[in-house]
């Protein structure tokens, strides 16, 4: 699971820790291909009434597979153990 997090991490597909509606999938999706969330949104909508039922299944995958975006504390802070 750690690598694919990773490899989905550095294609640039996270879940954004704001602007979240329910897990931040869309908004993440959105960023990666250059749309504001809510446009993404809409056409996730529309998407899911033309082609009804793929989208419920593909999104909790989704969720699964899309790591959240890491916080700046997180990102920046590494832990090092030393010895007295």
Not at 20 to 45: K, Q, S, Y
Request: proline fraction near 10%; charged fraction near 15%; glycine fraction near 8%.
């Amino acid at each position: 699971m750690n690598d694919i997090h990773r490899s989905m991490r550095s294609q640039g597909l996270v879940r954004p820790r704001e602007g979240r509606v329910l897990a931040g999938v869309i908004a993440g999706l959105g960023r990666r291909f250059g749309i504001d969330p809510w446009p993404a949104r809409l056409l996730f909508t529309l998407i899911l009434l033309i082609i009804p039922g793929s989208q419920i299944l593909i999104y909790p995958v989704l969720w699964i597979l899309m790591p959240a975006e890491e916080s700046p504390a997180t990102a920046t802070t590494t832990v090092t153990p030393t010895s007295t």
